[in-house]
């Protein structure tokens, strides 16, 4: 976990008040509720709820790919309104994506190489990067996420397992050296071997970039408690509890999330928080 909390540092990215209603507001179903989360710079804060808490659709709002009926999102400081907005275009620039599926997300017909670099090809003009920076990046991201980047530049995504395949798509989201990184449940997908392999290259990234903020969305309490400094928990739509995650995770404040930890902890399941 990192040196300090979101209250201790800049914040990124902060969404106040939110609420979201989905068919119609009169007979609709309620997603969100009122509500607020923050994160600072360095912070890696987990969202956590099971389905149908409103995880997504939060996350989806706060990276402003989903109106919101009330509040506000705001990015460095700016709004986060519509894509014209200056806060909207300074996140597509300054974030970075990590979804559930690494094969989905990754193109098969690219290697790693090219997955990469893509990023950066698409912004090289702005950025004022050539040929030989763009790759020089590109293989240290791939260093940063654990893979060696003289194997794995040209592997093609069906030659990869599936946490090899995750360890690409995280080189690819912090190969353009975001402020933010949002990952949607990126160890689901991927049995107990495979998930400690790519929680080792979470933590290189932040031990090498320790001013990247982290938005982590998961049910898996125990990929939580390696990861998260903070913990927002989700419940039908408002949020049930918040803090440190440590104590969240030894000292529960409320039922559900003692119920989320007690379902974690039951044998057989993935997501153990003891």
């Given at each position: 976990m990192s040196q300090g909390t979101?209250?201790?540092r800049r914040i990124v990215i902060s969404g106040q008040g939110i609420r979201k209603t989905f068919g119609g507001r009169q007979g609709g179903s309620q997603a969100l509720q009122e509500v607020s989360v923050s994160l600072g710079?360095?912070?890696c804060l987990a969202l956590v709820g099971g389905s149908g808490s409103g995880k997504s659709t939060l996350t989806r709002i706060l990276l402003g790919l989903e109106s919101r009926d009330a509040g506000s999102v705001s990015y460095q400081g700016q709004p986060v309104d519509g894509p014209r907005s200056s806060g909207y275009q300074a996140l597509r620039r300054e974030s970075g994506l990590i979804f559930q599926n690494p094969f989905a997300s990754l193109d098969p017909r690219w290697n790693a190489l090219r997955s990469v670099s893509e990023p950066l090809r698409i912004h090289a003009r702005e950025l004022g990067l050539g040929r030989a920076a763009i790759r020089s990046r590109a293989m240290q991201a791939l260093a940063d996420a654990g893979l060696d980047p003289g194997e794995f530049a040209g592997r093609y995504p069906a030659d990869c397992s599936g946490g090899q395949a995750q360890r690409i798509a995280i080189a690819r989201a912090l190969v353009a050296d975001p402020q933010l990184i949002v990952a949607d449940e990126p160890m689901s997908s991927l049995d107990v071997s495979a998930r400690l392999g790519v929680l080792e290259a979470f933590k290189t990234v932040r031990a090498r970039r320790p001013r990247t903020a982290i938005l982590m969305v998961s049910h898996d309490l125990g990929v939580?408690?390696?990861?998260?400094?903070?913990i927002v928990v989700?419940?039908?739509?408002q949020v049930?509890?918040?803090?440190?995650?440590?104590?969240?995770?030894?000292?529960?404040?409320?039922?559900y999330t003692r119920e989320l930890i007690a379902a974690?902890?039951?044998?057989?399941?993935s997501g153990s928080a003891s």
């Open positions: 979101g209250h201790e710079q360095g912070e939580v408690q390696h990861m998260a400094d903070r989700l419940h039908q739509g049930e509890e918040e803090g440190p995650a440590d104590r969240v995770l030894s000292q529960p404040g409320c039922a974690a902890s039951a044998p057989g399941s």
